[in-house]
């Protein structure tokens, strides 16, 4: 396989649309994030919180420069069993930085600190966690730092340590000049139009869809998610892993990577290899989904979902 190919691929459809420019505010009605209910967003100024629904929570997190509103279809569904927190992180989508915050180093771990205080001060119950892309990062690195505080795991799509694609031998210290250069390209802000469109094509297979995908991140704050796209390259989950006690369910696509020599057995190879120390985890891959299964693929989607939330935690009667 071309690894090298593979690895700019596979860094081109989590970094998505997050190279262009901010749209100016007007063209934000169509895509913004539905009103927000939370409990007291000044204790968590990196993210909001909309609450729908009423029985077990599942806290759902989306991925780089999408607000929560990616999930709709997916709240849509669970509402009537779940009590889903749908999170959108401030910068991405068209949601607002709190104006006091400014970007710097520790973006993601402010997140992870402040999602584990919601969960205590909300008393929420090892709630489940979908998490798409960033999002099933930060599903691993919550379970990481307090596994009896995180119930089961539904990972979009994701992987511990994204630097490690081309090589399974990196270390997060030496991914550090490659992700500073991507942060710096990042920052930037601007992307052609027709590379921009050629990225999102690569994310999802539906026009409409591809759309949506790059007026979010033309919403999104560059600099913000460069910060974030940085800590993610720069954060090795992998040795950790072993420390989680609760079940995860990983759901992987393939199909966009065809183009670069790519199977589905090599790129389910990769992904065993990063969660091979996660005690209990199953990998299922996505005959034709690109990176946004949950669009793409949104049959098997819940399929796998639904069985693995069945299983492992079924919603109260």
Known sequence: MKYAALRRAFAALLLGTALAQPAAANTLAAVSPATFTADNPAAHPSFVVRVVGKGRPVIL???????????????????SRYQCHVLSL???????????????????PEVRAELLAYIKTQRLDRPAIIGHSLGGFMGLWLSTAQPDAIGPLVIVDSLPFLAAIQNPTMTAEAA???????????????????????????????????????????ASEPARVAQAMYEMYTTDLRADLSTIKQPALVLGAWAAYKPYGSTMESTRAIFAAQYARLPQHRIEMSEAGKHFLMYDDTAWFFQQTDAFLQANYPARK
């Open 61 to 79: 997190i989306p991925g780089l420069t999408c607000p929560g509103a990616v999930w709709d279809e997916t709240v849509a569904r669970y509402a």
């Open 90 to 108: 401030a910068g991405f989508g068209g949601v607002p930085a709190p104006a006091s915050t400014t970007v710097g180093a520790d973006f993601l």
């Open 176 to 218: 550090k000049p490659m992700a500073d250069g991507m942060r710096q390209q990042m920052s930037a802000g601007r992307m052609p139009a027709a590379q921009q469109q050629q990225m999102v094509a690569g994310m999802a297979t539906d026009t409409a869809c591809q759309r949506l995908l790059a007026r979010w991140g033309q």
